[in-house]
Every structure is written in C-alpha cells, then in structure tokens.
C-alpha cells in the first residue's frame, strides 16, 4: 500500500478526545431518541460507546431537550463514562445555550449549521453568539455546512454574480462554491470572535458521493482545520453502506479526514450501532486502525462443500467477537491478529500460510482432512467431527502464547 500522509492540521481537543494531527482517526455517530427521554438516550448512547464510537452527538431542540441533555450527562459521569457528547444545534441553540448555561457548560461540543442558525439584526449575530458562549467555556465547535440547509442568501448572491460573467459556472460549481464559502467564511467570523484554531472543525456534507469527494478534496485545500467527513442522507440498508464507505474511502486514501461518521437510515430490528461497526470496518480494512481480528474466509464455488465451511467460519466469527472483550484486556495487540477460514485446496493453502493462524477445509473432490497452518508452516491436519472444537483450541493456543503481557 502506497504511504498516506494525512493532511497537516491543529490538534483539537473534545473532552478527553484528540482530532487532527498526527492522532487516530476518530468514529463518531448520533442517537436518534429524543434527548428529553432520559433512559432512552442514555440507552442508546451506551450502545453506541460499547460499540467503539468515540463521539456521540444528540439533538438539541428545545427546552426538554436541553434540560434532559444535562441530565444524561450527569447520569454518564456518574457511571464513569468519560465519552465526550456534542450538541446538535439548528435553528435555536443561541437561545437554548443561553437558557441553559448548565447546558453550555456540560457539553463537550457544540455542532451548529450556518444555513440555519438564525438571524437577528444582522446574518451573524445568532451565530456569533454562540461561538462567544463556546470561547466563554473552551468548547470545541464543529461548522457543519449540509446542502440540504445552504445558506440560500449566499446561493443567491453567487448564482446573480454567475449570471454576470460572460462564461457563467454550471449551476453544480456555484453549488460547490456556496459549499465551500459558507464554510470558510464562517470559520473566519468564529476566529475573529476568539475561537482558537484547536476548537474548530468543519464539514460540508452532500448526499451524492461525487459531489460529496470534489467539496471536500476543494476545501481541504483551502484551509487548515480539522475535517470531520460524512455522506449525508445516504440512505439505508446496502446502499447506504457501500455510498458511505465509497465516499470516505476515496478521501481518507488522499489523507483527507480526522473524524468520520457513517450516517444511515435507520432499519426495524437493526441496531443503531451499526454506524459504528462501518465506520471500524472501514478503518481497519484500509490500515488506519485496528479493532478486532481479521477473519479472511472464502466466497465458496462449486468447489467448496459449502454448508460446512460457511458455518464454520460464521462460528469463528461469532466465537472472536465472544472473546474480545477479554481477549483485549490480556491479550495486547490481539486486534492486529489475521485468522483465515478458507473452503478448499485452490487458495485455501495459501491464504492459511498469509494469516497468523489459518484452516484450509476439504473441497468437494478433496480428502476429507484440514491442514492448519500458523506463521506460515502446516502444524497440524484436522479430521472427523470436531474439526470446530479443535481450531479453536489451536486458536487460543496461540493467541495465548503470541499475546500475553
């Protein structure tokens, strides 16, 4: 793999969470419950933190909302959850931060949209006076420009401004350059009013993963600050998972991202989480980070005997995930650990000497035996009824033996 060189930016401190620089890249999602339900929210936040997000964001709407979110916070603290929560502010968080000082004080973020945060006298003031209440209490503020809520005044301005020209952009470039303006021009207004540049992150979220690539690649270019990187609305079930790694894969091979988030639509019966578990996937399938053992298994063909090799690694995927929770805790480095459970004799072999530990099994035509192999060298040949048992044992074995303290 090519080396990436991740984009130069401050450090950003989010409670006790570091963005940008030379720091891992950071897995963040958001509840959907409304934050007034206390036990709902802090239900699902819990889901969410023991799933590896390292960031949780919660809407902020209203009084209720306010008041339940200093709640939960309080009840998180309590159990000794030390995960830095954000504020998701539209519309009114001026004058919710201003109710609730409580509130402003115990966040550790605060994310606000510049098409929608409000205007008084002037296009700044609602926006100004949010960013004098995080620089009063050293939070971290995210500047998330969404093209589903662009500043329409600024749309405006530049398609006028475009129609004077006498070579006039398609109206995609303008959309970009709204994009890209809003975000500057309001990261500008909150360093003028104090912010420092360790406080700040922005995004520019689009639903369309071209789109989505081009304004992020144009406004990495055009500033320094940390970027926290998403697909939005994009949509549920395959489609949403493949456009979301898709788009975050292109920009974080260019070293464009500090902190990511896959946002899905949500489907009955599946767990929140799942954003998180993408979003770590994704990670360690490109090399930034590791969470749990690799497991390489086979698609199967004709080849396979495919009702036993495909349970058998759907076992030995269940069996790890088991174990991690302990394995993590004795076994340092156990995450970094490449299991393969491969079908038959084609690329079998081959694939089982490239893991750490590595079980070829028998194909239709083959001789009913599973040879495994560990840093490379065949060790054993399993047969009968508990080739499962047996892999396992040779499994922890070595996991033993190649991780302990």
């Known amino acids: 793999m090519s080396k990436i060189i991740r984009r130069q930016t401050p450090v950003v401190k989010v409670g006790n969470v570091l963005l940008g620089g030379t720091n891992p890249i950071v897995i963040q999602s958001m509840t959907n419950t409304p934050t007034s339900d206390v036990e709902a929210t802090l239900t699902q936040t819990i889901e969410l933190i023991e799933a590896g997000s390292e960031l949780v964001r919660w809407t902020i709407n209203d009084d209720a909302a306010a008041k339940g979110a200093v709640e939960a916070i309080h009840g998180l603290r ?8 954000i504020g998701d502010f539209h519309y009114n968080g001026h004058e919710l931060l201003v ?7 115990s966040l550790d973020k605060y994310r606000i949209n510049p098409g929608n945060v409000g205007r008084a006298k002037d296009e700044s003031d609602h926006f100004s006076l949010i960013i ?9 503020v995210r500047i998330g420009v969404n093209w589903g809520s662009l500043d329409r005044d600024l749309l405006a301005r530049l398609m006028d401004a475009n129609t004077r020209l006498s070579n006039p952009k398609n109206v995609k470039e303008i959309m970009y350059d709204a994009m890209i303006e809003s975000a500057l021009t309001s990261a500008n207004r909150a360093l003028d009013l104090g912010l420092p540049k360790e406080k700040l992150v922005l995004s520019a979220k689009l639903s369309i993963l071209q789109d989505t690539v081009e304004v992020y690649e144009r406004l990495s270019k055009a500033c320094p600050y940390v ?3 998403g697909l939005t609305e994009a949509g549920g079930g395959i489609q949403g998972v493949t456009a979301s790694a898709a788009a975050l894969a292109v920009l974080l091979q260019q070293g464009i991202g500090d902190t990511i988030r896959v946002s899905l639509t949500p489907e009955p019966g599946v767990l929140r989480s799942r954003e998180v578990e993408i979003c770590q996937e994704l990670l360690q399938s490109m090399g930034f980070r590791y969470f749990f053992p690799s497991i390489t298994s086979c698609p199967g063909c004709g080849r396979t005997r495919s009702a036993y090799f495909q349970e058998l690694a759907l076992e030995i995927r269940k069996y790890v995930s088991s174990k991690m929770s302990a394995w993590s805790k004795s076994y340092p480095g156990v995450e970094k650990l490449k299991i393969a459970v491969m079908g038959c004799v084609v690329n079998g072999p081959g694939e089982s000497m490239h893991a750490d ?14 040879p495994v192999y560990i840093e490379g060298k065949k060790v054993v040949v399993l047969k009968g009824d508990y080739i499962k048992d047996e892999f396992i044992a040779l499994l922890e074995d070595y996991i033993a033996r190649r991780f302990s303290k």
Do not use: F, N
């Open 357 to 370: 530990i590595g079980i070829s099994l028998p194909g239709a035509a083959e001789d009913p035996v599973a």
């Open 227 to 229: 970027l926290h990187l």
């Open 99 to 105: 109710r609730h000082d409580d509130l402003a004080q």
């Open 132 to 140: 004098r209440i995080a620089v009063k209490y050293g939070k971290a």
């Open 78 to 85: 309590m159990k000794g959850i030390r995960t830095p929560i």
